[in-house]
């Protein structure tokens, strides 16, 4: 693969193949001196035309943690500003001699344009409602590690899955995986349809013997734009320790952060046992490393 | 005097042919022949009344760094178009005599395709108060739209009916309902959900026109003269539907549909490429497939470009801020040739209908027909193909959907009353 844009045209084995790489990595961050000299030689640019401080600096650290240099281009301190196209500022780093390009932006389709402009790999940070792939993989990994496998497993995904790349990418990979996705939402918040997901409105049936559970942030946006009342959301779409009861009893929590307390997840559980919040941060490095390190070098030197 | 030799005729009464075409004094002095200074060999060629775009944005004025007068109305002849209707919603908006007068004085100027302003309904285009549609129609203007913008003030709109049908004039609606639509930018369905992008609903169309058949008929029953509606750009097999109805209960209501309705559909979004994002946007096959009936069965009553040229930087945003257009106007009569005549079968006179009395008819103008002592604004049309090249575009916009497709009848020679104003003879 020379682009990690979403989880089309890609096969179940590249993706446990990249997931075998990101053990590795994940080991290479447990020793005390946290890097190897796998992408000296490298330049990555994270390339963030939407501000995104958590993945941005996990990106970063992945790609220093493998001794790449590493350039950051954030569009509302730059030249984007002043009028300067996407096309433009991208054609400005690959002059610079950039291999790898890590690209956020509020819009679906920004990292597949940028293919057709630049030369280095390109790989999705994000784009609108679209995908996030490293977050899904990411999300995967986590999952992996708390299940053992995916197969026949059920995954509730549980929010506004509509404006949601998290969920999108997350049905395309966890499915691709083995796993049952259910995706909930009020109904003005889901989609026609989802390919690898079910959708339902009924967080009941989601959660029902529920294997792991992964929430979604709901934005302020959407209470703005009309499309919900925040307290039928509450009611009706928390996820709280009564509904979770639901679930399979050890059934995992997941949330791609950042969190709103008691709006989409009653607070406690965010502390409590369940909540791999904190693991699935760690597993992001990991998991970006393994990304960065399969686009820029190849499987083949793991 | 100039000759078309042995050249077949198309118009909207059929094919014949061939025959010989003498030219002069703006007419078409004989079809038997004749002396002339210029003969021009037209075998294998047909000629057409020239065309006439019933929806063209040339920019001007105040954004001419995407289109002028010079650069669309050059690339209009070159698309066969002798007449061409310019939309008002430039910088400022076209809502004065004055600016119609100033349009219509600069575009004779240049001796290209005849320029008719369309104008404001409201002022600013705002949807809010009525412009001078008596003194606009005195200046040129020849049809009253707020094209761009929605009308979302019904009453306004039926006001704007009712004084628009004193004077003959028509009314054009970009008919889309703004709270439906949203922030769409792509069709509204299982495609957009797939890649991600807000979806504007083919409901949002169906549901304007609805609304404003209504204001039609208020308007038709408090006028004096007789209202007219005309439906822009129409996307949807819903919105034909309703079109369709309209026209059966005698409803006085014309309909365009454009090139890029007629031949592309959602999927070309899959590429993630704004040159697709237009609006109204494209549709599914099915969408398609209903216009090209509409076509044929008289729902439609022309094909007009909704020529929307951009800067190529401005189409190579993202997909949320890129501006919605496509431009057409120099591929629209060999793209439906070919995609609509060569490989569907579609008749040709009945094509050839849609670009020249189709159009004519919404704006009241007398047919063209080829015959003795006819207007000669003329466009002379060869079966030759080539691909689209947009690197050769007259106009400022130097890109196209349509890039690389082979296409066949191109306008090799364009007429305005005996005029030649443009000639790509080989």
Redesign the interface.
Known sequence: MRHLLDFQGWTRQEVESLLDTAKVMREVLKRPIKKVPALQGFTVATVF?EPSTRTRISFELAARRMSADVVSFAAQTSSLQKGE???DTLLTLEAMGVDAYVIR??????P??ATRWVKGAVINGG?????HPTQALLDAYTLLEALGSLEGKKIAIVGDI?HS?VA?SNAELLSLLGAQVFCAGPPSLL?????GARLTPSLEEALEEADAVMVLRLQKERME?GLIHLEDYIARYQVTEARLKRAKPEAPLLHPGPMNRDVELEGALADSERSLVNRQVQNGVAVRMAVLYHLLVGKEGA | MILIRNVRLVDALGERGPADVLIGEGRILSLEGGAAQRVIDGTACFLAPGFLDLHAHLREPGEEVKEDLATGLLAAVRGGYTDLVSMPNTKPPVDTPEAVRALKEKAKALGLARLHPAAALTEGQEGKTLTPAGLLKEAGAVLLTDDGRTNEDAGVLGAGLLMAAALGLPVAVHAEDAGLR?GGVMND??LS??????GNPPEAEAARIARDLEVLRYALRRAQGRPHLHIQHLSTKRGLELVREAKRAGLPITAEATPHHLTLTEEALK???PLFKVAPPLRGEEDREALLEGLLDGTLDAIATDHAPHTL?EK??????APFGIPSLEVAFPLLYTELHLKRGFPLARLVELFTDGPRRVLGLLSIHLEEGAEASLVLLSPKERPVDPGRFASKARYSPWAGWRLGGWPVLTLVEGRIVHEALE
């Open positions: 035309f196209s996407y096309k932006a509020d819009s679906a389709g920004v597949h344009q784009d609108g409602r679209r995908a509509l790349r999108r989609p026609q349809a989802l390919p734009a | 949203r369905g299982a959900d797939l890649l991600g992008l807000p590429a993630f490429d930087a190579e945003m993202d997909l949320l801020r």
